[in-house]
């Protein structure tokens, strides 16, 4: 059994499965995210303390079409089977995408489901996330790099409804800067000029049937976890930005799941480093109508 102190993760996703009284956690495992790719582990626990694993969950074959840059799996269960959405960087023109992949259980092993990335093939793309909306059409929610646009996007598309391919053009939710909090990244200025950064979006409702979503940038130079709410409650806004991070301690890439007895938990990694990025599950509520951190990991 492992601490969450000894488990090295970015990205933490987490899948919480009532029938066994337990939690799945999944993210970007390699222990160099930035270099060549091995695959995607997932631990699992019973309180959020103590996890057992790692278990391989998915391992590229010889003709998988990306080699580096294996990020920020999601598992969702959808039209009875097992989806993983990912970010690869692809081998025939080096850009980032999030393609997805299926499994027949929770544990894997995940293989591909899209041919390649979903996201435009002329973009770079991270960070996909699922989302379906009221009428029970999927979108994929996900950033437009910086690298392309300077200022971070994150954009939604209409995905076919086997989740194997786009179903329309995508569209620009907002810009990193339009949120009050955000500051240009300053290691990329003398580069780039003003560069802001968009990571992780992931969209939940709250109990009252607000529509928000989570996602990360940088204040100060570091990462922060910010936090926006559709004013018509659907995916295409508008998004109305909060003025404050969620989180502004070096920290973010977050989803939120519920806990085994009803709680609402956000997880997030931290600090932002490799090899030293660790999961963290902090209790959040919402009070008059914004979401708000209301214990921290040591009440786990």
Request: include cysteine; aromatic fraction near 14%; charged fraction near 25%.
């Given at each position: ?99 997805v992949l299926t499994a ?53 598309m209409r995905l076919k ?140």
């Open positions: 059994m492992l601490d969450r102190k000894e488990i090295q993760i970015r990205d933490p996703y987490v899948v919480t499965v009532p029938g066994e009284e337990a939690y799945y956690l999944f993210g970007s495992t390699d222990r160099n995210i930035w270099g060549k790719g091995t695959g995607f582990d997932m631990y699992r626990s019973r309180d959020l303390r103590q996890w057992e694993g790692p278990f391989p969950v998915f391992r590229p074959g010889a003709d998988f079409f990306s080699e580096e840059n294996f990020w920020a799996p999601e598992v969702y269960f959808y039209q009875g089977r097992h989806f993983m959405f990912a970010t690869f960087r692809r081998k025939d023109n080096g850009r980032l995408g999030t393609a027949d259980r929770l544990e894997g092993p995940y293989i591909p489901h899209s041919r390649g990335p979903v996201t435009p093939e002329e973009w770079n793309c991270l960070d996909g996330s699922l989302f379906v909306d009221e009428t029970g059409n999927p979108w994929m929610v996900f950033c437009h790099e910086w690298t392309d646009v300077l200022d971070g996007q994150v954009c939604a409804g086997d989740l194997s391919a786009a179903a329309g053009e995508p569209v620009t939710l907002f810009r990193a800067s339009e949120a009050p909090w955000t500051t240009p990244l300053e290691s990329k200025r003398e580069k780039f000029g003003e560069v802001y950064v968009t990571d992780g979006p992931f969209l939940f409702r709250s109990d009252s049937g607000g529509l928000f979503m989570l996602w990360a940038s940088f204040l100060d130079n570091r990462y922060a976890l910010g936090i926006a709410k559709s004013a018509s409650g659907q995916v295409t806004g508008p998004w109305r930005q909060e003025e404050q991070p969620l989180f502004r301690s070096d920290g973010g890439h977050g989803m939120v799941f519920r806990t085994l007895d009803g709680k609402l938990m956000l997880t997030i990694h931290t600090p932002n480093r490799t090899p030293d990025e660790r999961p963290v599950f902090l209790e959040i509520a919402e009070e008059d109508g914004k979401i708000r951190v209301v214990s921290g990991p040591e009440s786990l």
